[in-house]
């Protein structure tokens, strides 16, 4: 089974609609992540989490919300969609390590959600 | 200027050739470097971290030259199997703020 999964998978809302892409791991990560990713942009931060109780803004922050409801679980929310965020969503999980190990601060993804507004 | 540049390509090599990947980054103080691999509509995954002296993981060699604060992938011997997007990953001070580079493509070709 996969470590990080997200649901759904593909998703076409309409313009307005409110919308939430769901994430769970079952890596024991305290850290959790929010991508978006478009073509030519990369990988951009929309919101992270380090426990159940921290919740801090990333880079594009505006028009999204987030839901840290356990440790394994972490929920993106649109509250109304525009056609600008139609993007592949990603979530990531990290453990904290020391630096100089091979996995130090490693991101491990999910397998992304793929959503189309309208 | 973006804080994490990379050439988008696409690179077109043949089987067993050598293709090398640079990166720029625009932050002097970052700390950790990364480079990650992400197939077509698929997840990125880590491909290996980057240390200062330099390091190698069977056919891929990472360099970092802070001074010119570039990142490089050396890719010997090219198989198939390696096309794919390699993406560029700086992770900032206080190791909490991780930018992501667009990614660079690579086709192997038979």
């Known amino acids: 089974d996969a470590d990080v999964t997200q649901t759904p998978r593909n998703r076409i809302t309409k313009t307005g609609k409110r919308i939430m892409l769901e994430c769970s791991q079952t890596?024991?990560?305290?850290?959790m992540y929010w991508y978006r990713q478009d073509p030519g942009l990369g990988l951009r931060l929309i919101y992270y989490s380090f426990d159940v109780k921290d919740i801090n803004k990333g880079e594009i922050s505006d028009g999204y919300s987030v839901s840290r409801q356990a440790q394994a679980k972490f929920s993106l929310s649109l509250e109304s969609a525009i056609p600008n965020q139609t993007a592949l969503y990603f979530c990531?999980?990290?453990?904290?390590?020391?630096?100089?190990?091979?996995?130090?601060?490693?991101?491990?993804f999910g397998p992304g959600t793929r959503l189309t507004v309208l | 200027r973006k804080e994490v540049e990379q050439d988008p390509g696409p690179f077109n090599v043949p089987e067993g050739a050598t293709v090398a990947f640079n990166c720029t980054y625009s932050n002097s103080a970052s700390q950790s470097f990364f480079w990650y691999r992400q197939d077509c509509r698929k997840e990125p995954k880590l491909l290996m971290s980057v240390y200062s002296s330099g390091n190698e993981d069977g056919r891929f060699t990472a360099q970092l030259n802070r001074a010119s604060q570039y990142i490089s992938l050396l890719i010997r011997d090219s198989k198939l199997s390696d096309s794919a997007t390699y993406l560029c990953?700086?992770?900032?001070?206080?190791?909490?703020?991780?930018?992501f580079g667009a990614g660079t493509r690579l086709f192997v070709k038979a």
């Open positions: 890596k024991g990560h305290d850290r």
């Open positions: 990531a999980t990290s453990d904290f390590s020391l630096p100089g190990g091979r996995s130090y601060n490693e991101q491990f």
């Open positions: 990953v700086v992770k900032n001070t206080g190791g909490f703020k991780t930018i």
